[in-house]
């Protein structure tokens, strides 16, 4: 089957390109994605999309999600993470008061500078790249929210937080305002996403991911249901869906909706503002 929505895990040390390998094995000849990057230090929980499902992306990339960070107070790095060449040493070490004190204030919707060695394009072209090449950089604020930042653990120098964020913000960057904040510096050690909207560890699928996985993954985004009558198989392949079809319908508020038809999961279907319905993916046109 060339259509899955998977729900894995990338390991430290290599990219999120990387590692997509088991899954294009497991998928030869079809396009394969990942719905939101991991810098090469960081690990944790990945969605990938697999053929027709690539379609499905917009709906997959704009989720909050959760981190645990450990970050080590007194050295900076130019990558803010441990990849990177150290350009500040012996930045004073904070006390847990201190730190707890300053923790509330970075929740909320604010302003946030991303790191220059980030793929934001900044005058078209991408910042790390420029960075590389020793160019100066200046990086655009953008506006993030935290809606949760608390306190795991602190063994000074190193601290461990967790913190669920908006999609565009930079926990590095986060780790570094909170250093400032504190008179001193810091760089992420480990980074670890254990939340991407209503996925976590307890949705992970295999690889191939089986048909009812990725319904079941799908089904967390795409509330809505249609099921279309037997008869409008043949339009549906061609990517046509007749309204006279819908034998019932579970709107949800949406515009989107998973299709069925006799109980089989076949795709989704967009409504658009006038009425019509159309096709976005489909598992399988030809077995449909």
């Known amino acids: 089957m060339s259509f899955a929505v998977i729900c894995t895990t990338k390991e430290a040390g290599v990219t999120s390109f990387q590692s997509l390998r088991a899954v294009k094995a497991a998928y030869p000849a079809q396009k394969v994605g990942h719905t939101g990057t991991l810098d090469r230090f960081a690990g944790g929980l990945m969605i990938v999309l ?35 060449a150290v350009v500040r040493d012996g930045g004073r070490i904070p006390s847990l008061a201190e730190i707890e004190a300053v923790l509330p204030s970075f ?5 946030q500078r991303p790191p220059v060695y980030s793929a934001i394009h900044v005058g078209g ?4 790249r420029e960075a590389r090449k020793g160019r100066e950089i200046e990086m655009p604020e953008r506006e993030i929210e935290i809606s949760r930042l608390s306190l795991v653990s602190y063994d000074p120098p190193d601290l461990v937080f967790d913190a669920s964020v ?12 909170i250093a400032l904040s ?12 254990y939340r991407v909207g209503p996925f976590d560890s307890s949705r992970l699928t295999g690889i191939p991911a089986s048909l009812q996985e990725s319904e079941a993954n799908i089904s967390l985004v795409i509330r809505g249901r249609i099921d279309a009558a037997p008869w409008a198989l043949g339009s549906i392949a061609n990517g046509y869906f007749p309204p006279r079809c819908i034998e019932s319908i579970i709107d949800a508020g949406m515009s989107y909706f998973r299709l069925y038809s006799e109980e089989r999961f076949l795709g989704v279907v967009e409504r658009k503002e006038d009425g019509r319905y159309k096709v ?4 399988s046109r030809e077995n449909i």
């Open 166 to 177: 908006s999609k565009g913000t930079y926990i590095r960057s986060l780790a570094r305002d």
């Open 107 to 111: 929740t909320g919707k604010t302003l």
């Open 50 to 84: 697999v053929g027709e499902a690539t379609r499905l992306n917009p709906f997959f990339t704009g989720f909050d999600k959760s981190y645990r960070a450990v970050m080590r107070f007194g050295v900076q790095t130019d990558t803010l993470d441990p990849e990177g």
């Open 125 to 128: 072209k991408r910042a790390y």
């Open 280 to 283: 976005v993916c489909l598992v």
């Open 182 to 193: 504190l008179g001193s510096c810091a760089h992420l050690t480990a980074l670890d996403r």
